[in-house]
């Protein structure tokens, strides 16, 4: 009896030994693993803080995206104006080459005309010309005539002395 006492005294000694070895490892075990624990909340805490300025600049973009939405709305508008504007001036350009087409025949019409008073004012200058010259003739024979009827005046007037 003895003996079988001291053999479960000897196997609760190393009982005891072993769980105070397995305790040991479980405590190192478990320091570990708050060690872990406190790693996993130390990078929680980082990817927490990248979330959050992720969720700051994501807000920021989402912002900016709104913003470029709205420029490109208020552009396309404006591209729409301009395309009426230009679809107007275009319009308006062919009335203007329209006119200004009516206006170069007018003024062929009106440069044939000129020539052809240019034409009657040269004949009528030459007319005019001829004209005086005949004048000046008729002039110089009227002048002769005269000076003659005044040499006959004269020589009458000396018979009748």
Known sequence: VEQRKKEIEEFAKQLKEKSKQHAGELGTKIEERDRDIEELKNVLKILDRKLEDGSKDLGAAIKELEDLKAKTA????????????????????????????????????????????????????????????????????????????????????????
């Not at 001036?89 to 006119?99: C, D, F, T, Y």
């Not at 009106?110 to 004012?121: C, D, F, K, N, P």
């Open 74 to 161: 208020a552009l396309e508008s404006e591209k729409s104006t301009l395309a009426n504007d230009i679809f107007e001036g275009s319009k308006i350009l062919g009335e203007r080459e329209e006119e200004i087409e009516e206006l170069k025949q007018e003024l062929r019409v009106a440069a044939t005309e000129i020539a052809h008073l240019e034409s009657v004012l040269l004949d009528v200058k030459t007319s005019l010309s001829t004209a005086q010259a005949d004048f000046s003739a008729s002039t110089l024979r009227f002048e002769n005539l005269n000076s003659e009827m005044l040499a006959q005046t004269k020589l009458l007037e000396q018979r009748k002395k």
